[in-house]
């Protein structure tokens, strides 16, 4: 451990514009006597890194007891620190260091638009393409989201070969990334492709990753070039108000829902009402459901804090070995989008995740049957994690294909037929 020297620290507070700076007079001068000890941050005379340094996560987590505990003059100082060390284009530490400030400054303040005294200056200048190129890259450097993706190719490639009319519902907030890889199945599979196949996207408001109409122009595109006839309409409505009719469903067609990365967007009261109308209004054959592992459950904030603090340090860190230090515009959007969860989490409560346990209890309980993954899917998903970091890891639990970073799990994927 080493004395935290501020005055050592190149000042990278200019990385976190305010919009309103926070009243830090209010709480009082900075007690220099309260300084911390940080793990992992080296004077100028060591040589070597310490192993698997985490001194960002240990000052958020004790930031976090301060807040739980009111301790204004604690959690001043802490804030001070964290303010002095962040960096959203550092190493993960610094990162971690900055966004968390965010989301905890947010906390503080009572609201999640406070949160937006410190922005990050990119949320003007990113358009549609660079978010549609920033996951694209993402899919290529990570298997974050692309594991739920590829699983979800095979699963509705094996479970509708010969079907003649297929319809898969997408509640996702992928750009519609994930479906050439389905489209170019479809067309070249061995019994021919379908008739017609079916996709009916529900938007996500709140993504802020372009237009609907942008994605449907695209996958149409790709649809043509492949000779693949495709019938794709793009769904606005919230998902509380979504209604049987709204989808157009046929009887006849093979239907399956996948829900990815956005079951955590609903109020946690209504999840379980929103799974039980897909399975009575919706009578899907399949639905895949893709999330993060991530348990935010608990009443006592401190605790949620920790996990949700913990999962996105998985994250950054796994960022840093994918883009091998490189500071690039798609890491720099990708990041920010996955911080404005930690922000709406921490700061006010929303898009809290569950556990894969959680999720499964709630499909069963909503009258769904879990359904294991072939082998053929499980090694396919399994040769795609090994193309990445040695860090990465999938194992094949409680029919889920789970997807862990240093031992840490992060996202799933389950099947489940009605």
């Given at each position: ?7 050592n ?16 007079s209010?709480l009082?001068k ?24 985490k ?5 958020l987590?004790?930031?976090v ?8 003059q604690?959690?001043q ?11 959203l ?20 303040a009572?609201?999640?638009t ?31 989201y ?6 979800t190719?095979g699963?509705l ?7 003649d ?12 990334t994930?479906w ?9 599979r061995?019994?021919?492709p ?5 996709l ?11 237009s ?15 000779g ?6 793009m ?27 956005r079951?955590?967007?609903i ?7 929103f ?15 893709g ?5 935010n ?46 922000v709406?989490r921490?700061a ?22 879990a ?30 294909l789970v ?7 992060v996202?799933f994927?389950?099947v489940?037929?009605?």
């Amino acid at each position: 451990f080493f004395l935290l020297q501020t005055s050592n620290i190149k000042d990278e507070r200019r990385h976190l514009t305010p919009v309103c700076s926070p009243n830090w007079s209010s709480l009082g001068k900075r007690d220099r006597s309260q300084e911390l000890k940080v793990p992992g941050k080296l004077s100028s005379k060591d040589k070597a890194p310490a192993k698997e340094s985490k001194w960002a996560l240990q000052l958020l987590n004790n930031c976090v007891q301060a807040i739980a505990t009111n301790n204004v003059q604690r959690t001043q100082h802490l804030m001070w620190v964290l303010n002095d060390l962040g960096c959203l284009t550092g190493d993960a530490n610094q990162r971690l260091a900055a966004y968390g400030l965010k989301a905890l400054f947010g906390k503080i303040a009572g609201t999640p638009t406070a949160a937006q005294a410190y922005h990050h200056n990119l949320d003007a200048s990113a358009t549609a393409k660079n978010f549609h190129n920033a996951l694209l890259k993402f899919h290529d450097l990570s298997p974050w989201y692309q594991v739920v993706y590829t699983a979800t190719s095979g699963v509705l490639l094996d479970a509708f070969e010969g079907k003649d009319a297929i319809h898969v519902i997408d509640i996702g907030h992928s750009q519609g990334t994930q479906w050439p890889t389905l489209i170019e199945g479809l067309a070249t599979r061995p019994s021919g492709p379908p008739s017609v196949f079916k996709l009916t996207v529900v938007e996500d408001p709140c993504s802020g990753l372009g237009s609907g109409s942008e994605v449907k122009s695209r996958l149409e595109r790709f649809a043509k070039v492949m000779g693949l006839n495709m019938e794709l309409r793009m769904l606005a409505t919230p998902l509380h108000s979504l209604t049987r009719d709204a989808f157009a469903i046929a009887k006849p067609d093979a239907l399956a829902v996948c829900a990815h990365f956005r079951l955590n967007h609903i109020d946690s009261s209504q999840r379980q009402e929103f799974l039980n109308f897909v399975r009575v209004e919706l009578e899907p054959d399949l639905v895949i459901v893709g999330e993060n592992d991530s348990d935010n459950t608990s009443a006592d904030f401190s605790t949620v804090a920790g996990e949700v603090i913990g999962h996105f340090w998985s994250f950054l860190d796994s960022m840093s070995g994918a883009f091998k230090g490189h500071e690039c515009e798609e890491r720099q959007i990708m990041e920010h989008l996955f911080s404005t969860s930690v922000v709406a989490r921490l700061a006010s409560g929303m898009e809290l995740s569950e556990s894969r346990e959680s999720w499964n209890a709630r499909m069963r309980s909503a009258g769904f049957e879990a359904e294991a993954p072939h082998d053929e899917i499980v090694e396919t998903a399994r040769m795609l994690v090994k193309k990445n970091d040695v860090n990465w890891e999938l194992r094949n639990e409680d029919n889920c294909l789970v997807l862990l970073w240093k031992h840490r799990p992060v996202t799933f994927c389950s099947v489940w037929k009605s």
